[in-house]
C-alpha cells in the first residue's frame, strides 16, 4: 500500500479522505483487521470496503460531505468529514446519518483521534472506553 494507490483510489471514487486516515491506512498496509487487535464489535474499514460502506448507508444521498470509515457491533457508524485535514473521528448511530444529524446533539466527537494512535498501534481502550 501506499500514497499513489490511495490518489488513485480517490479519484476513481471521488473520494477526499482525511490525511489521519491514509496514514492509518499506510501504517496498517491497509489491513485494519490485522492491525487493530482485541476491538470486540467495532471494526475500521480498508480502502476497498469504503465504497460498500457509503452504499449501504446511502451517503451519497444523505451526507456525502463524509465518509463512514468503521462500525461498532451496536449500529455505531464511525464517520469522517471527507477534508483533507480533517482529525475528528465522529460516532453516531446508522439512522443518523444525514448530514443536519451529524451533530455534538446526536454524535460523539473526537477531536484529533487518530493523531500517533496508528503510531500507538491503535490501542483498542482509546475507542472502546470513547463509545
Known amino acids: ?3 499513489k ?5 480517490e479519484k476513481e471514487h471521488h473520494y ?7 496514514k492509518f491506512l499506510l501504517t496498517c498496509d491497509n489491513t485494519p483487521q490485522n492491525y487493530c487487535k482485541d476491538y470486540g464489535d467495532i471494526s475500521l ?3 476497498e ?6 452504499e449501504l448507508h446511502e ?15 451496536g449500529g455505531e457508524v464511525l464517520v469522517m468529514k471527507q477534508e483533507r485535514d480533517s482529525n475528528t ?3 453516531t448511530e446508522g439512522g443518523n446519518l444525514i448530514s443536519k444529524f451529524i451533530t455534538p446533539q446526536y454524535c460523539k466527537f473526537f477531536n484529533d483521534f487518530f493523531i500517533d494512535w496508528a503510531a500507538r498501534k491503535c490501542p483498542a481502550s482509546e475507542i472502546i472506553k470513547k463509545l
Request: hydrophobic share 45%.
Open 1 to 3: 500500500m501506499d500514497r
Open 5 to 9: 494507490i490511495i490518489e488513485d483510489f
Open 16 to 22: 477526499i479522505l482525511p490525511e489521519s486516515y491514509i
Open 45 to 47: 474499514c480498508s480502502l
Open 49 to 54: 470496503e469504503l465504497p460498500e460502506m457509503r
Open 59 to 73: 451517503m451519497d444521498k444523505y451526507c456525502p460531505e463524509y465518509i463512514a470509515i468503521g462500525f461498532g457491533g
Open 89 to 91: 473521528l465522529i460516532v
